[in-house]
């Protein structure tokens, strides 16, 4: 019994190994207000 539960408990954490591991999705492209305030940012800073 312990060593069929001990089995489930390993491909449970195989499984969240697996999960953890995909990489994130890459954050999206600044939108147009975006790049538009960091362009008056910068230019706010000289």
């Known amino acids: 019994v312990a060593f ?13 190994k697996k999960e953890e591991a ?3 999705p890459a954050p999206p492209a600044p939108t147009k207000e975006e790049v538009l305030l960091g362009e008056i940012r910068d230019l706010l800073k000289k």
């Open 4 to 16: 069929c539960i001990f089995l489930v408990v390993k491909a449970y954490n195989n499984m969240k």
């Open 22 to 24: 995909a990489p994130a």
